[in-house]
Structure formats: structure tokens, C-alpha cells
């Protein structure tokens, strides 16, 4: 109404004079505006492809995506699950109670008896290195790219129910050498000057990080989703293999909890096999050992075909966590006529429950080696009442780290002061 009271030529003229603005707008400042908006896109394209494994990976449980990672090997053709075998935790509904493989407690399940098939999973489903993979090559710089590269892909990766399970994982502090630093200086006072394992040169300001990830691989300090990659390999695969299900088997050393034996490909395009080593009671948790093959198993050698043989000591550094019994020690004492070596190990007897010493028949612990581990006794019992309270103020946030420590300074002294019992008992 308003427009149309006014004369014809005003109207012509307001537009033509928008028309005639319109054509004195800057070219640069179009360009700019097209410049701003490519940007924008591409920081948009950027955000979605790093951070959309994050975002889906948290739209579930770390169980609920566990789960799916079984049913996803069953669809394949080739996979397989034992209908009976299922992931949870261990206590319903307490998401601190551990997550695992466990057998159904429905009484209407197939029953798991020793040689049945626990899970068979086909290359295809296996992260690997690819064609450089070899069943005795247990390092590769490939593992830690290839895992990187299918972490970005999030949902789009052809392993995307093993992703989102693996993302859902804690993403810090997993070893040692991602602890926080005042974990790390605490760890370094137990273990001392390169005197106690694991050996501080190791795990200190992320050494193997450094070593193998940065050094060897060329790898990135920055970049967090290779961080990630790094960590869960050390932690989780099986020499240079990244195995669905399997890795939700957990560790036990006690031969009476342990329930599989595992079969790694032996070439490129074979399938990883878990099978039954003894019948498997239901409720009862399927389990795994990192260390089957350590000298105090002995396990037979046709056994060993994952070839882990860690120590006490190592299980910490590569997995983060404190053995139970029994456990493997190895000890180095610096003498006049250079480092003396003693391994042993340490057990509680299966109707006292009293600890057992062990050591090969070979193993002579001198005088020299009877005084270091009386000094580390010693000086261990003295970081304990000086630091204990002092520091635990320090560790507020991270209860883990904390309590991990203080376990493995227990394991320590514990383990020092069965060797030197044993030491008496032979005089």
C-alpha cells in the first residue's frame, strides 16, 4: 500500500538505484566471503572425520558395543562364536566389575567342553599389517598405522563395530608410560636409579612412545587419534594383530582359571582361532594369558604359539596392571665382577596358601645379591612411611594410578622378601 502512493518514477528509481549499489559491491570482498565459506566447510568435513568416532563411539556402552562386536563376527561367514559365550560384567549392572568373555549361565545352553571352538575369527575381521605379516614378527610399525587409519574412519570403517567397541575404551593412563607425571615420578622412586624392573629407561616420559611410535615409525606427538592407535596396540594386540573378541579375554596367570589355548594365522588370509583347553563351566569367565610361555609355566612348547613370557614386572610396563599369583621375577644386583641375574618364581601353595619359592636348578643367589635385595627392602620400607601420605593428596583424580603403585611396591617387597627366605631356609 505504501509503495503504491508513490510516484511511478520514485519506485523506478529505488530500484534502480539497489541495482546500481549492488554492482559497486567489491570484488575482493566477494572473494573474501567465498574464501570464508570454503573455510568453514572445511573445518566442518575436518571435525566430522576426526571427531565422529568419538561422538558415536559414546552412544552405547562399553558392553552394549562388546556385544555387538560378537554378533558382528557371528554374521560372518566365515566367524564364528559359541552360541554360549557372551560379553558382560562380571556383576550385573556395576560398570567398575570387570568386562569380558564369559560362559552363559543359562542352564538351557550348550555346555562348553574342552576342544570346542571359542571363537573363530577370519582375517577380514582382523586390523593387521597386511602383507608384511608374519606369525614370528611381534613389532610393526603397519599395526599402529592401520589401527590410526580405521580410528578416523569412525563408522565408516568396514570394522566399525570393533571401533566403536575399542573407542569406548579409557583413552589415557592405559600403561605406565601414559600415566600423569606425578604417577610417573612416584613409580620411578619405587623402582629407583634403573635398580628394580620394569626398568625406568623403559616406560619414563613416555619412552617407548618415543622409541618405537616416534623414532621408529615417524609417527606424531600431536596427533591424539595416533596416540590412541599406539596405545591400544601395545596394550591389546596379539603380536601385530588386532583380534575382535579375543582381546575381551582377560588375563590370568593361576593354570587353574586359565581355559583357552589360541592359534594365530600362520600366514596372510588364516583365521585366528580360541579353543577350549578344558571344559568350561557356566558363569564361569573365559580367560587368556599374556604370559602362558614364562619359565616358571611350564607349559609344552606346542602350547606357546602366541609366544608371551612375561615376567611380573613386564605385565606391569606393557599392560598396566599388577599379577596375580603366581608370579615371574627377575632380578639384576650390580657386583664387583659386574650384573648378576636370578629368576624365580612365586606361588601359594594349593592347600596352605603359603607362599612357595621356585627357582632353577641352576640358580645360585650369591652373598652379593643377598645384600641388594636387603638394601631394596629396606629403602622400599622407608618410601613407604616417608611417601604414602605425603603424595596421595597428588593423586586425587586418579584413584588407578594410585592404587596400582602402591600394589606393585607391595608385590615388590613381597617378592624380595620370599627370595631372601628361601636363602635362609637352604643354610
Excluded at 153 to 178: A, M
Excluded at 186 to 198: D, E, R, Y
Aim: aromatic letters at 10%; hydrophobic letters at 35%.
Amino acid at each position: 500500500m505504501i509503495i503504491s502512493e508513490q510516484p511511478p518514477g520514485m519506485l523506478r528509481r529505488t530500484l534502480n538505484s539497489v541495482s546500481s549499489k549492488s554492482k559497486t559491491v567489491p570484488t575482493m570482498l566477494l572473494l573474501k566471503l567465498v574464501f570464508i565459506v570454503v573455510l568453514l566447510l572445511q573445518a566442518l568435513l575436518i571435525v566430522k572425520f576426526v571427531s565422529a568416532p568419538y561422538i558415536n563411539s559414546a552412544a552405547f556402552s562399553s558392553e552394549e558395543h562388546a556385544a555387538r562386536t560378537l554378533e558382528w563376527v557371528r554374521s560372518h561367514p566365515q566367524g564364528d562364536v559359541h552360541p554360549s559365550v557372551e560379553a558382560r560384567r562380571e556383576v550385573a549392572g556395576d560398570s567398575r566389575s570387570i568386562l569380558g568373555l564369559y560362559a552363559s549361565s543359562d542352564p538351557y545352553t550348550q555346555p562348553i567342553k574342552k576342544g570346542d571352538i571359542i571363537a573363530t575369527i577370519p582375517w577380514e575381521l582382523i586390523i593387521n599389517p597386511g602383507i608384511k605379516y608374519n606369525e614370528r614378527t611381534f613389532w610393526s610399525c603397519d599395526i599402529f598405522k592401520n589401527l590410526a587409519s580405521e580410528l578416523r574412519l569412525g563408522d565408516d570403517s568396514f570394522y566399525s563395530p570393533y571401533i566403536r567397541y575399542l573407542l569406548s575404551q579409557p583413552r589415557t593412563g592405559l600403561i605406565p608410560s601414559d600415566w600423569s607425571a606425578a604417577a610417573q615420578e612416584l613409580l620411578a622412586q619405587i623402582v629407583g636409579k634403573g635398580t628394580l624392573p620394569p626398568f625406568k629407561r623403559d616406560w619414563y616420559h613416555r619412552a617407548d612412545f618415543e622409541e618405537e611410535w616416534i623414532r621408529q615409525c615417524h609417527g606424531s606427538r600431536e596427533d591424539e587419534i595416533e596416540r590412541l592407535a599406539y596405545y591400544l596396540v601395545t596394550t591389546r594386540d596379539e603380536d601385530t594383530l588386532m583380534i575382535p573378541v579375543y582381546d575381551l579375554a582377560n588375563h590370568v596367570s593361576d593354570p587353574d582359571k586359565l581355559n583357552t589355548l589360541s592359534y594365530k594365522p600362520k600366514r596372510v588370509g588364516d583365521s585366528f582361532k580360541l579353543v577350549a583347553s578344558r571344559d568350561i563351566a557356566r558363569g564361569e569367565q573365559v580367560t587368556n594369558s599374556y604370559n602362558r610361555c614364562h619359565p616358571c609355566s611350564g607349559t609344552p612348547d606346542k602350547d606357546c604359539s602366541t609366544y608371551s613370557h612375561y615376567g611380573t614386572p613386564e605385565l606391569l610396563w606393557r599392560f598396566g596392571f599388577v599379577d596375580d599369583y603366581p608370579q615371574t621375577w627377575r632380578w639384576t644386583s650390580s657386583t664387583g665382577k659386574g650384573d648378576e641375574s636370578f629368576d624365580f618364581c612365586l606361588d601359594r601353595h594349593r592347600g596352605t596358601k603359603e607362599l612357595e619359592v621356585w627357582m632353577p636348578p641352576t640358580v645360585h643367589i650369591s652373598q652379593s645379591a643377598v645384600d641388594f635385595l636387603q638394601r631394596e627392602v629396606k629403602r622400599l620400607d622407608e618410601l613407604s612411611i616417608k611417601n604414602s601420605d605425603d603424595l596421595k593428596s597428588r593423586f586425587v583424580t586418579n584413584v588407578h594410578e594410585w592404587d596400582t603403585i602402591w600394589r606393585y611396591h607391595n608385590a615388590l617387597t613381597v617378592a624380595m622378601r620370599a627370595a631372601l627366605d628361601s636363602v635362609r631356609d637352604e643354610k
